[in-house]
């Protein structure tokens, strides 16, 4: 599966950069929540799961990590190493993030507030829903 990346625009100059994101414009959702990652041990894979309903803009704004996304028929893989680069992520959506550097910042945009109901952590129960989505 590809991932594509999105390119946000970029206003440099000689002072530096600066990436500016609107809801409904450079987000494709209405922005309910923001948090980020930082400080996670190389070694650690995060994610291991999917949410029924919840839409999100990944962004590593310092540093890089892996992102691996799989929608229960196929998976990709993309590194994300540029604050000015995002990836979407729908719902329905395994996903895993890892080999973070040391001083990866992962920002995440989210559709919806944080609901533990709509984290789906079993990945047989996952493929279970595509299926049943499917037929
Ligand atoms: C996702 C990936 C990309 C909260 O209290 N509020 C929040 O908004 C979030 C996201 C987490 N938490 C608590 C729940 C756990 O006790 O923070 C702790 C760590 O969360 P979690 O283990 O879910 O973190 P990740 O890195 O595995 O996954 C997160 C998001 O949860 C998830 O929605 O898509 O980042």
């Not at 991932?3 to 970029?10: A, D, G, L």
């Not at 994101?21 to 650690?44: A, C, G, S």
């Not at 892996?66 to 959506?93: A, F, S």
């Not at 944080?114 to 493929?127: A, G, K, P, S, V």
Request: charged share 30%.
């Amino acid at each position: 599966m590809e991932i594509r990346k999105i390119n946000f625009q970029r206003h440099g100059d000689d002072r530096g950069m600066l990436v500016a994101l609107e809801e409904n414009k450079e987000i494709p959702f209405k922005i309910k929540r923001v948090y980020y990652i930082y400080d996670t041990k190389k070694e650690v894979r995060r994610g291991l799961h999917a949410h029924k309903s919840l839409e999100q803009i990944l962004i590593c704004v310092h540093g890089s990590c892996m992102i691996t996304l799989d929608n229960g028929n196929e998976k990709g893989t993309v590194l994300l190493d540029n604050p000015y680069e995002g990836i979407y992520v729908p719902n329905n959506m395994w996903r895993e993030m890892h080999d973070f550097s040391e001083d990866a910042v992962l920002l995440v945009l989210a559709s919806d507030f944080y609901r533990e109901e709509d984290y789906i952590r079993d990945y047989n129960i996952f493929l279970k829903n595509i299926e049943e989505e499917n037929s």
